[in-house]
Structures are given as C-alpha cells and as structure tokens.
C-alpha cells in the first residue's frame, strides 16, 4: 500500500500539471484572440461608419425647401453607400462646449418563426436603442421593414428587413445578427453594439413576466385578419384608451397592422417597450429580475438571442434602475421621410429621402446626445417641420393669428383650418414622429406648458410632422 502511494501521487501531479500547461496555453490563445478581434471590429466599425448614407449629405448643401409641398416630394433616385466623414453633430450652446456623450446602442430584432417553417426568417421588426449611459436619456428608431437599402458586403440593395436572413443564408462573418446590425450601422451613420432577437414566444414571456404592461390604446383598433400561427385569420379587437395588456394581447396590438398599416405599427411598438420599462422601473422590479437572469435566461433561451455579455446587461440595469422611463425620444422614419414606390422587381418599397432623414436623425440624436445642463442651439432646422394648425374654439382667425405668430419665429406652416369642434379650452399640440424637444420648442414659442400640452399622435391623416389646435388658452397672447 505505501509502495503505491508515491506512483498515485506522480500520476496525480502529472495530470494536475498537464491541466495547467493547457489553462495556461488556452488563456494565452484567446487573450491574442480577444486582442485582433477588438482591433478588426473597431477597424470594421469605422468603416461601417465611413460608408454611411449619411456621410455624403455631410458637405453637401441643404436647399431649403421654398413651399411645403416642394419639401414633401422625394427624389426618385435609389441611395447608394459613400465613402466620407461621419455627420457632424449640432452646435451646443457656447458656453460649455461639452463633448457629446458616447452612445449604446442595441439593436432589437422580432421574428415571425412558425414551428413548421425551416431556415432564417425575415424581421418583422426592427428598432434601434440609443443610451446614453451619462444622463439616461434614450432613443427607439423604428426601421420599417419596406425602407430600401444598401446592403453591406453584398452588393445589393433591397428592403431592410431582409438582411437578417440575408446574413444567413450568405454565410455572412456574425450571420444574420450581424449583418442586420451592419446594415443599419451603414443607414444611420452610427455603430451598433449589441443586438437582441426576440421571437413571438419570447415576447409573450417577457410581458407576462413582468406581470403585463398598461398602454394608452390612442384609437380604436378592429382587425379581422389578424394571422394566426395556422396561417389562418381571427379578429383582433381593442377599444380606445388605458389598457393593462398580458403578454398575448400585447402582442397583437404590437403587430396588428391591417386597421393603421406599417407606420402605426412601429409606432405601437415603441410604446410597447417604452410601457415595459416604466414598467420594471417604476415597480422596482429590476433587483428581482437580476436575481433571476440565469434562470430567466435558460427559460427564455430558444426564444431570445443576444450578443449582449451578462456583465454589460446586469451594468446597465442597475445603472437604470433608479431613473425613469420618460426621458425617451421616439423616431418612426415613415413615409414623411421617404417615397413609397414599387422597386424594378414590383415590389412595394420606401425609398428614403436623404435630406429629410438626415434632419430627423441628427434632431433625434441631439435630444438624447446632449449633456445635462447644455441647451441645443438648433433641435432641427425649422423649415423642414410640417406644421398644421387647426381653430379649436369660437374666435374667428384663430388658427391664421397663431400661424402667423409661429411664422414669425420661423416656424414654416403646412396648412390652416377648423378643429371638429370649437371648444377647446386647452391647445393641443399633436407630435407625429419629430424629436420630442422640438414638439416641446412649439410649444414654448406659443407660451405653453410642453408637458401640459404635447401629446404623441400616430399616423397623421394629412402629410405634417407636427399639429396643433387652438384652444382658449392661447386667445390671450394672439390679441
């Protein structure tokens, strides 16, 4: 027994040094990974960057449009990725001259996957999720899936929510995940960090998780051709106003689309998420799911997919979760920023106008780029929002004195008229889709309360950004 020992103990040491030896030489192989990894997606980013839609229209001169109706056509003409500088921000105001705050931005990918179906799908939705880490501040940019884009490393140009599977099928370097996060890094003229994936299952879990979300439902909705995963039609229905939606009614109202098309959809499901984060943070629920995250993860695991490290997500949590959910800023690049038309193959797309995406897109970032305490010079070049003003009450020209009160802050007026009906007491001014702060600078120039009086439509029914009824409070300063 004594004689054995020592020949135990060689072949013990053996074995343990053997397991060092190769710790040591896989350490040593993925911390020289890690290293050229970093260095080819920093590389791969600035060149993202560099070739995007946005790069061109830098230097070149913005004509301003000399009628709203001039400013509402789009050119006809495909966008092509150029090589140039990143676009530059807007000024800030002179004094500090802070440096604007350096961005996270995660992309969110859902996907229609039925149990019967092989091979990737399309994205039935994609927004983009700017942080900023420093003050709070968010951003949701709706992609609608029709926008017509250049489509990185491959040569094509084709509607966005095909690059997913594009990326897929290609074999692209990151996939599917991947080349949807380049593809939109190239349209907006910004990297993407991270992406998430979720799935209609994984949707489902998430709201109920968190025990349902309330959303304000702004019109009534009644869609008799909501698809079913049989690939049959039932009715959705929902009336205006509050709501407390589970999991599979929030999904409905999320992707219904036959009642107010694409634009309203995207729109919805901002507030979706929008619902689910005052939602967690209003109820204090983050330490409760952090203290879950591996078991929330393995439950969730054929559902949703990210390349978001568990460290960086359990960061940004608790960095959130003292703060609300109301500094968000909500974009829906629709038909007011683009031409929807028919491709040479016949197929229904949205061809983008550069110059008006450009204004939303740097009016957006500066929203949620500024630091605290610094004001923007300019929010967004005036001319290029579309505002329509309406009479709300009983005083004749009501609605011609406001405009010409805003025309003379250099404000560009789309159209006048009368209100459905004329008893308004408090004015109304209707955000269809421009950066919150600029909704909030109307307001301001009319002697409002933004808080009091903005409130965010859907789909306008005529082409303005923004529309504004007269009530009774503002009679006061058109004498």
């Known amino acids: 027994m004594h004689s054995t020992s020592p020949q135990r103990g ?3 040491g053996a074995r343990r040094f053997a397991t060092i030896v190769t710790s040591v030489y896989a350490v040593a192989i993925l911390s020289l990974a890690l290293l050229l990894g970093t260095r080819l997606h920093e590389w791969a980013r600035q060149r993202i960057v560099q070739t995007s839609i946005l790069a061109e229209l830098t230097d070149a001169p913005v004509a301003a449009p000399s009628s709203i109706s001039s400013a509402s056509s789009a050119p006809s003409v495909e966008p092509q990725p150029v090589a140039n500088d990143a676009p530059a921000q807007l000024a800030v105001d002179a004094g500090a001259q802070p440096e604007p705050a350096q961005l996270l931005s995660i992309l969110l990918l859902g996907t229609d996957e039925r149990p019967d179906e092989y091979g990737p799908t399309r994205t039935d939705t994609m927004i983009l999720l700017s942080i900023n880490p420093d003050t709070g501040a968010m951003g949701m940019l709706s992609l609608p899936r029709d ?11 084709t ?16 996939g599917g995940p991947q080349l949807a996060k380049d ?3 190239s349209f907006v003229g910004r990297p993407v960090d991270y992406f998430v994936r979720v799935n209609f299952d994984g949707f489902r879990e998430i709201i109920d998780l968190i025990g349902g979300v309330t959303v304000e439902v702004p019109n009534t909705i009644h869609d008799e ?9 039932e009715t959705f229905h929902i009336d205006a106003g509050t ?10 109202y999320a992707r219904t689309r036959h009642n107010d098309g694409d634009y309203s959809r995207a729109r919805r499901q901002q507030d979706i998420i929008r619902a689910v984060a005052q939602q967690v943070l209003n109820a204090g629920m983050i330490p409760q799911l952090l203290a879950k995250a591996p078991q929330l993860l393995a439950t969730m695991q054929n559902s949703i997919e990210t390349d978001i490290p568990i460290a960086t997500g359990i960061e940004l949590a608790q960095r959130f979760q003292n703060r609300a959910a109301s500094d968000v800023q909500q974009l829906v690049l629709d038909n007011r920023y683009g031409e929807e038309t028919f491709s040479s193959e016949g197929a229904w797309i949205l061809l983008p106008d550069r110059t008006r995406v450009r204004t939303a897109l740097n009016a957006f970032y500066a ?4 630091p605290g305490g610094a004001q923007p010079v300019a929010l967004a070049d005036p001319k290029s929002v579309r505002i329509e003003i309406l009479n709300g009450t009983t005083s004749p020209n009501a609605a011609a004195r406001t405009a010409a009160l805003l025309q003379q802050q250099g404000w560009q007026i789309a159209s006048i008229g009368d209100a459905d009906r004329s008893d308004y007491a408090q004015s109304i001014v209707i955000n269809y889709g421009v950066a919150d702060a600029v909704a909030a600078e109307v307001s301001t120039d009319l002697n409002l309360e933004p808080a009091q009086a903005q409130i965010n439509g859907l789909a306008a029914s005529a082409p303005v950004d923004i529309r504004i009824v007269v009530g009774r409070d503002l009679l006061g300063i058109l004498q």
């Open 225 to 233: 051709e909501y698809p079913t995963p049989d690939y049959g039609v």
């Open 367 to 370: 929203a949620i780029e500024t």
């Open 159 to 174: 509607k966005i929510n095909t690059a997913y599977m594009l990326g897929e099928l290609q074999d692209y370097p990151g």
């Open 243 to 252: 709501h407390h939606l589970d999991g599979e009614t929030a999904l409905k």
């Open 10 to 12: 060689r072949r013990i």
């Open 147 to 157: 926008l017509w884009v250049p489509i990185p490393g491959l040569g094509v140009t």
């Open 183 to 185: 593809t939109v890094s």
